[in-house]
């Protein structure tokens, strides 16, 4: 059974249906069957149950009488919370986070995927720990400084999970300093990365199958993808570019996920350009866009910093003919959007088009100076810009080199 805390005074952007809808896809995506679900205004959160004492007495009467062996309750529990719930449904209770850790736990497919999954897992547990245990000294009244065995079993589960959790933290490390390699060389190389970001089920993989002719899984289902992917593209004017497909994003994703796959999405920081998958036909397009954003904030990509954002609004096909139109006439308006249907093709070429002109704006003649024996630098600038000059002064050779801003920036974190 899935239950919405409807929190008085906070002001989601989304309706209370729209926000049990996309719940109940999360439940769906790991295979979880929703007997009920219903929206239960709160007025003020109580600690001990979050609902009042009446409302979660009714929400245990559904819950046995639907026969739900789990409840949903789509906001963050107290472990405190989260206990008694459970003491008066007989029900298991997850909250949002946990359910969305379960997906992710189900999804994981690459070593280092799982391994993000079990750290936030951890993370996730032993904030559980330290809270309850608190709650638990507090009850005891003063005498925790005695300890007991309840408190001894909680520092030693405390302490195993810190260790597990020191011990994944080496072996990613291990797997970024691999793949930090590789992201280095990539970089070096003379063809640019786009990387594809947007809400969950915006039509990502769907869009990334189309411009790279692969088949990556894509389906009508959230979190469909969790690990990253690259393939090459064929873009006019480049011999080669690379497209990436990453982690969609949902609304409160919980931070420990976000902490954990910041190396998988360090990827999209490092890309040339973004592309922003956006799902037109969704109702709540405005407030997907916008948590898309914020996470992007999160990773330190504020709006205006890091590499040049294109949006792609996916999706035409299935707006009515006015929309469209409408839509259709935004986006001519604007350089930063393309209106596109990734499961008919139709907008495809133009965005093409689009994204090898932003990679190549802003072209201009940068004056640069190498040291003669930096061979490597120099060997990039032939490859990637036109050299329009070089002179030889000692041990200095100066260039004129037409670079894109893109480019330049590259070149200059070389
Ligand atoms: N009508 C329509 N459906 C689309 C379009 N693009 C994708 N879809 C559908 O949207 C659903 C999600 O597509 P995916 O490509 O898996 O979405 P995603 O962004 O990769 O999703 P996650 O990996 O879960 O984050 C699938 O059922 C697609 O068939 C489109 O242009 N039009
Ligand atoms: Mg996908």
Redesign the pocket.
């Known amino acids: 059974m899935l239950v919405l805390p409807d929190i008085a005074g906070s002001k989601p952007m989304r309706s209370n249906e729209a926000r049990l809808d996309e719940a109940a896809g999360l439940a769906a995506?790991i295979g979880i069957d929703v007997v009920g679900r219903r929206a239960v205004r709160v007025r003020a959160p109580r600690p001990a149950s979050l609902f009042g004492k009446g409302q979660a007495e009714e929400i245990a009467q559904a819950v046995t009488d639907s026969g739900s062996k789990l409840l949903i309750v789509d906001a963050p529990l107290t472990p405190v919370q989260q206990k008694n719930l459970e003491e008066m449904t007989k029900a298991k209770v997850i909250d949002r986070t946990g359910l969305i850790l379960e997906i992710f736990g189900e999804r994981a497919a690459t070593a280092e995927g799982r391994l993000q999954v079990e750290l936030a897992h951890l993370d996730y547990q032993g904030g559980r720990l330290v809270r309850s245990w608190t709650h638990l000294e507090r009850q005891r009244g003063g005498f925790g400084f005695l300890g007991g065995p309840g408190e001894t079993q909680i520092e030693a589960d405390r302490r195993m999970i810190r260790d597990r959790m020191a011990k994944i933290r080496r072996e990613l490390d291990q797997v970024k300093r691999t793949r930090g390699l590789h992201r280095d060389r990539r970089q070096r190389a003379p063809w640019p990365v786009i990387a594809?970001v947007?809400?969950?089920?915006?039509?990502?993989?769907?869009?990334?199958?189309r411009m790279t002719n692969s088949s990556?899984?894509?389906?009508?289902?959230?979190?469909?993808?969790?690990d990253p992917t690259m393939r090459d593209i064929r873009l006019p004017g480049f011999a080669k570019a690379i497209l990436s497909?990453?982690?969609?994003?949902v609304s409160d994703l919980p931070t420990e996920l976000v902490a954990a796959f910041r190396a998988t999405l360090e990827e999209v920081l490092a890309a040339d350009l973004i592309l922003h998958?956006r799902?037109m036909?969704h109702p709540d397009r405005d407030a997907q866009s916008a948590d898309v954003e914020s996470v992007l904030a999160s990773l330190g990509l504020e709006q205006g910093s890091g590499p040049p954002q294109i949006e792609v609004w996916?999706?035409?096909?299935?707006l009515g003919a006015d929309e469209r139109e409408a839509l259709l006439a935004d986006a001519a308006r604007r350089e930063d959007a393309i209106p596109?249907?990734?499961?008919?093709g139709?907008g495809l070429e133009q965005l093409t088009i689009r994204v090898s002109e932003r990679l190549r704006a802003g072209s201009d003649t940068r004056d640069i100076e190498l040291s003669v024996s930096d061979g490597e630098r120099l060997a990039w600038l032939h490859s990637r810009g036109q050299v329009v000059e070089q002179q030889h002064d000692g041990e200095t050779t100066h260039l004129k080199v037409r670079l894109s801003d893109v480019d330049w920036a590259r070149f200059q974190s070389l």
């Open positions: 995506a594809l947007g809400y969950t089920n915006a039509g990502k993989s769907t869009l990334f199958n990556v899984k894509a389906e009508d289902l959230l979190f469909a993808t969790l497909d990453t982690v969609g994003f998958v799902d036909a996916n999706k035409i096909d299935a596109v249907s990734a499961l008919t139709d």
